[in-house]
């Protein structure tokens, strides 16, 4: 009897891991039917840029009324060379400890105005200009694209680039890259090495080439273009500062497309988003995540596949077990684990990311749960054909 339940228990295991290999099978095929469909491309690209993670910042997360003081955001709206020339004489008169500018400065204009926005730039301490990666369709290369060298002479800069693709949500920002050799840092990293060398050195011991950004549960003070001159509180506000200057609309509050981007704080999803962060204000967030080592984990592939994979082996074994041997139950009891199941994955992922930030996303093993019954029916009718033509045993018979 002993020897029979042996037996039994070898088929059950047998049947449930092929079972497994089978759902991902499927799985991975119709994704990429799916992808090679041109006209489904919109709605798999909102499925793809939608994160269960998203929940959590957007709907869960209560709104805070914390404000951050070592982050001050200076919008230049579409101020000429001249006016952000003369916003940095007067931020830098009240002594922030790091001044960075989001805007570049690719071509020349008169010779005045240039030769004073470059006499601000370098009279300024620490300040930080910006530069992108550019990648050149006609040479297939990438490049750094920088202000011209009159204003970055001898001025330290970051690249701006995000790591996403265009319109969707930003999610991850390098701390640095390697190009033709040479290391580059972002922005952020940059700004933070003249803040605070401790927590620069802590980003750069973590070694990533890619961060999870943690979007701030905090408000940043902004000051918008015209206040600058008539703010009486500016050195409290300012002095010993990190000072981030960049495009915020032509006010602040105006919503304007121009460098605005999708964020996990975006309270709608897919194709009826709208971007709702400026550049500058994502950098204050890595900015302050990084001094705050508040960072996000991620589990790594070599354990998360294994684990995806003992997962579903184990909903097979019992799918399989009741199929079998509750018959008259089966149809009940499949469905209140998958219920369940789904409930506990979900809430189990919402609860690492909150308490423990570390980040797993389900949503591979939510469709394994909900299409797993379907796809094992279709196994148990190959597997039952294949047994009676080749008289072999299986679990079903």
């Known amino acids: 009897m002993k020897s029979k339940n042996q037996q039994s228990f070898k088929l059950l295991c047998r049947d449930a891991f092929i079972a497994s290999l089978l759902i991902f099978g499927v ?22 840029d939608f994160e269960f993670t ?30 952000i020339a003369k916003q940095i004489e007067i931020l830098n008169k009240y002594q922030p400890k790091v001044i960075g500018l989001d805007a570049l400065f690719t071509e020349l204009k008169d010779s005045a105005t240039d030769e004073f926005l470059t006499k601000m730039i370098h009279d300024a301490t620490n300040i930080v200009l910006i530069n992108e990666q550019f990648y050149n369709n006609d040479t297939k290369e990438s490049t750094i694209l920088s202000s011209l060298p ?19 949500t930003i999610r991850l920002v390098a701390p ?19 803040y605070s060398p401790h927590a620069y050195q802590v980003l750069k011991q973590r070694g990533r080439e890619a961060e999870i950004i943690h979007y701030q549960n905090e408000n940043f003070i902004k000051i918008d273009v015209e206040d600058l001159n008539h703010n009486p509180y500016l050195e409290d506000i300012i002095k010993g500062k990190i000072v981030l ?11 304007d497309l121009e460098d605005l981007h999708l964020t996990p704080l975006n309270k ?4 009826h988003a709208i971007p709702d962060k400026y550049g500058v204000e994502i950098h204050a967030h890595i900015i302050s995540m990084i001094l705050k080592e508040n960072y996000i984990n991620r589990i790594p592939s070599y354990v998360n596949f294994p684990l995806i994979l003992l997962i579903t082996f184990l909903h097979m074994l019992l799918f399989i077990y009741v199929m079998i041997r509750h018959e008259k139950w089966s149809s009940f ?19 690492l990311f909150y308490y423990f930030r570390i980040k797993v996303e389900p949503a591979f093993l939510l469709i394994v749960v909900i ?19 080749l008289n072999f045993r299986t679990y079903f018979n």
Do not use: C
């Not at 869960?60 to 000429?80: A, Q, T």
């Open 27 to 48: 799985l991975f095929l119709v994704k990429t039917l799916i992808l090679s469909i041109n006209y489904l491309n919109p709605i798999t690209k909102s499925f793809e």
């Open 54 to 83: 998203d929940l959590y910042y957007s709907n869960l997360r209560e709104k805070s009324l914390l404000v951050n003081k070592d982050i001050v955001l200076v919008n230049i709206g579409r101020e000429s060379r001249q006016s």
């Open 150 to 168: 009159l204003f970055t002479h001898g001025i330290s800069q970051g690249f701006a680039n995000f790591l996403s693709k265009k319109d969707q």
């Open 176 to 194: 640095s890259i390697i190009l033709n050799g040479n290391e580059y840092e972002s922005f952020s990293s940059e700004i933070v090495k003249k």
């Open 245 to 255: 200057m960049g495009f915020m609309g032509d006010y602040l509050g105006d919503q």
């Open 268 to 271: 709608s999803y897919g194709g």
């Open 333 to 351: 009891i499949t469905k209140l684990v998958r219920i369940i199941s789904f409930s506990l994955l979900l809430l189990f992922s919402l609860i």
């Open 371 to 389: 299409f797993s019954l379907e796809i094992l029916s279709i196994y148990r009718s190959v597997i039952l054909w294949l047994a009676n033509k």
